[in-house]
T-cell receptor
Framework: KNQVEQSPQSLIILEGKNCTLQCNYTVSPFSNLRWYKQDTGRGPVSLTIMTFSENTKSNGRYTATLDADTKQSSLHITASQLSDSASYIC???????????FGAGTTVTVRA | DVKVTQSSRYLVKRTGEKVFLECVQDMDHENMFWYRQDPGLGLRLIYFSYDVKMKEKGDIPEGYSVSREKKERFSLILESASTNQTSMYLCASSSGGWQPQHFGDGTRLSIL
């Protein structure tokens, strides 16, 4: 069964600090991996999308990495801001299939 | 920007009622999706539509049906609402392939 596991479940960081979120998956055959940000009460918004040939992709202060061999991805948030408080969801898609496999998300709380 | 609009942010219904959730997208996307999101679980696909009048079951279709009479509109129907259908419902659309899914802000449905 295709699975996506994220860790930690939640974390609290001080404004200005960095943090890294983890995503492990067993989806096969792999097509691409996406990170979404979901603010409270809003729908998820795409941050990055990576194919198996891409190791790193950035979107402002967000940097995603992918190791397709170990089936691991991470999302690094640099110099966190209060607006980074949200749930971050790792999503993996299967080749030749419209279906996506969603992680349960990591809830990030940034405190002043 | 792509806009996916869900008709209601909050909805309260009674057990046994027939419930309609509406979703409209403004980017002429072929694909539309309905998910439910529950705490501690990843998004789970209820139904998917890849064209007008076309639909496919997702992972948890039981108790739900869908309608897509026009390309921009995708409706989710709870035939006879039950308390275990209390959840956040998210609609999404995409142009397919590598393109990310764009989500609405969700409908928080409570069945009493």
């Amino acid at each position: 069964k295709n699975q996506v596991e994220q860790s930690p479940q939640s974390l609290i960081i001080l404004e200005g600090k960095n943090c890294t979120l983890q995503c492990n998956y067993t989806v096969s055959p792999f097509s691409n991996l996406r990170w979404y940000k979901q603010d409270t009460g809003r729908g998820p918004v795409s941050l990055t999308i990576m194919t198996f040939s891409e190791n790193t992709k950035s979107n402002g202060r967000y940097t995603a990495t992918l190791d397709a061999d170990t089936k691991q991805s991470s999302l690094h948030i640099t110099a966190s801001q209060l607006s980074d408080s949200a749930s971050y969801i790792c999503v993996v898609s299967v080749a030749s299939d419209y279906k996506l496999s969603f992680g349960a998300g990591t809830t990030v709380t940034v405190r002043a | 920007d792509v806009k996916v609009t869900q008709s209601s942010r909050y909805l309260v219904k009674r057990t046994g009622e027939k419930v309609f959730l509406e979703c409209v997208q403004d980017m002429d996307h072929e694909n539309m999706f309905w998910y439910r999101q529950d705490p501690g679980l990843g998004l789970r696909l209820i139904y998917f539509s890849y064209d007008v009048k076309m639909k496919e079951k997702g992972d948890i279709p039981e108790g739900y049906s869908v309608s897509r009479e026009k390309k921009e509109r995708f409706s989710l129907i709870l035939e006879s609402a039950s308390t275990n259908q209390t959840s956040m419902y998210l609609c999404a659309s995409s142009s397919g392939g590598w393109q990310p899914q764009h989500f609405g802000d969700g409908t928080r449905l409570s069945i009493l």
